[in-house]
């Protein structure tokens, strides 16, 4: 168990639609990373916050937004849903803001099903 | 941005000590070498980080040449369950630098 907690464990939903994926980071982290894992993509770096400020922006779609919130947890907003969009959502956290040195801690992910 | 290569695949039995090895030859000086361990359906575990010569810690070894365009990780004695997917990761700073890339497909035969 990393510490970080993701949810909803599932998520199936319909083309169009808008979803949130929730991150609580591990305690004391302050940095809460997003990554999107799909088959022939792998893992694809969204987005990084640190201490509720954006730090780094990765392959993120403009229909896709995130914020980390005062606690520091986090929520990945997912618009205008697309097939495509289908894949395992990943929310990592981290001591600092640190990419290259800190470790990540990833958490148990988000399947997202689009329909 | 420095770009790493693994092989896609490796086999490997029981008991035999693995060595995967990244090319990564446009290192900037101020990278630093880390490997996850990944396994089907669940996020990617950190395993090991290192600089320049020789890291240990109680499940691998990583290996780094003077010139650091390349380094090893060794696992010794693997079992079934260190069948998974390793990435080597190599950047400075921003978490735009690092990419997982695809990484490579351990698989551990009895």
């Known amino acids: 168990d990393s510490g970080v907690t993701q949810t909803p464990k599932h998520l199936i939903t319909a083309t169009g639609q808008r979803v949130t994926l929730r991150c609580s980071p591990r305690?004391?982290?302050?940095?809460v990373y997003w990554y999107q894992q799909s088959l022939d993509q792998g893992l694809q770096f969204l987005i990084q916050?640190?201490?509720?400020?954006?730090?780094a922006k990765g392959n993120i779609l403009e229909r896709f937004s995130a914020q980390q919130f005062p606690d520091l947890h986090s929520e990945l907003n997912l618009s205008s849903l697309e097939l495509g969009d289908s894949a395992l959502y990943f929310c990592?956290?981290?001591?600092?803001?640190?990419?290259?040195?800190?470790?990540?801690?990833f958490g148990p992910g988000t399947r997202l099903t689009v329909l | 941005l420095a770009k790493t290569t693994q092989p896609i695949s490796m086999d490997s039995y029981e008991g035999q000590e693995v060595n995967i090895t990244c090319s990564h030859n446009n290192i900037a000086t101020n990278d630093y070498i880390t490997w996850y361990q990944q396994f089907p359906s669940q996020g990617p575990r950190f395993i090991i980080q290192g600089y320049k010569t020789k890291v240990t810690n109680e499940v691998a070894s990583l290996f780094i040449p003077a010139d650091r365009k390349s380094s090893t990780l060794s696992l010794p004695r693997v079992s079934l369950s260190d069948t998974a997917v390793y990435y080597c990761l190599v950047g400075a700073g921003s978490a735009r630098q690092l990419t997982f890339g695809s990484g490579t497909q351990l698989t551990v035969l009895p």
């Open positions: 305690s004391g982290d302050l940095s």
């Open positions: 916050y640190y201490n509720g400020e954006e730090r």
């Open positions: 990592a956290s981290s001591p600092r803001g640190t990419a290259s040195t800190d470790t990540q801690y």
